[in-house]
């Protein structure tokens, strides 16, 4: 039987060299799938083109980019999701998306087979197929780079070969990938960790260093999702695509770390994520004004854990379902206005308004007008401090 292989496509080198070669080892007909996620660079047009000529038997483009930002962005957000506390996670929510679309256009071609350009050692592999396998556990998978051995320079050999329309001359030492919540950077002179990243590692972000006017922006929220910029209704990818401008321009969301990655190994990743990071603080700030206490501190520990499910690719997984639902209930409230300075490569929050705050200005007040009762704070000090100061009492006798 002639297996349907159903192939997550970007347009480069290694998924373009996939599609002879899929279709020459398995005796398969490829069906090539690009998703836009907002990534900018190459037009879909070239890409759906471009896998035509490489041999595949139907190319698909998907416009994806709201889905993404509504669907993946927007609970991101709401989820504050910053992975070991600073990466905003933009690998990882695209690939539950992209398997969502391998997954349908797998059912309308009747595809058989689902083949992805992943490694074996990176983290978007298991990101794949742990999607896959909650989807459409029926569909195979095959991933030429790991299960093939395929490495770049065989890649380039094989393209030359054949004489595949791409081009395979072009030294990148960078491994890259880039969507609408932000831009992943790693590999090259990266791997030496001592190494700084050097000015053209960054193509979403300028130079924070360099002297410019700041820009300010309100940005206004309705139950945890942005829905306007500077009074402006716009859709979240229309917020994101500008905060990633305006952000990006004063050098806001530069990333460089050391990060744990699922299969054991620990890697430099480079990141710049503007709106991302510049969205995150805002909402980070809406919630201080309108979720109550011990909401805001349980819900500290539950976006962590929804963002480290989601680096590890259990975006379709129970957990991640209910931590959603508590997420969710947690943003009723999370509506009003944030405005912030964006400079010399920092998103400061300046000021906040809300409907549903919680704030009270008679009650924070040292002036005039204060009602909050003072000699009510006496004794409850007193019983807070009553555990702790009677086993203090238990360890002194030890000494
Ligand atoms: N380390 C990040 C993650 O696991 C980014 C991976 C980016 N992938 C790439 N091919 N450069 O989410």
Known sequence: MTERVVLAYS???????????????????????AVDLGQGGEDMDTIQKRAIECGAVESVVVDAKEEFAADFCVPALRANALYMDRYPLVSSLSRPLIVKHLVSTAKQVNGTVVSHGCTGKGNDQVRFEAG????APDLKVVAPARDFAWTRDKAIDYAEAKNLPIETTKKNPFSIDQNLWGRAVETGFLEDIWNGPTEEVYSYTADPAQPRAADEVVITFAGGVPVKLDGRALTPYQIIAEMNARAGAQGVGRIDMVEDRLVGIKSREVYEAPGAVALIAAHMELENVTVERDLARFKRGVDQRWSELVYDGLWFSPLKDALDALIGDAQKYVSGDIRMTLHAGRAVVTGRRSEESLYDFSLATYDTGDTFDQSLAKGFVQLFSLPAKIAAARDAKHT
């Open 132 to 135: 896959l396998a909650a989807l």
């Open 11 to 33: 347009g480069g080198l290694d998924t373009s060299v996939a599609i002879p070669y899929l279709a020459e080892k398995m005796n398969a007909e490829v069906i090539a799938v």
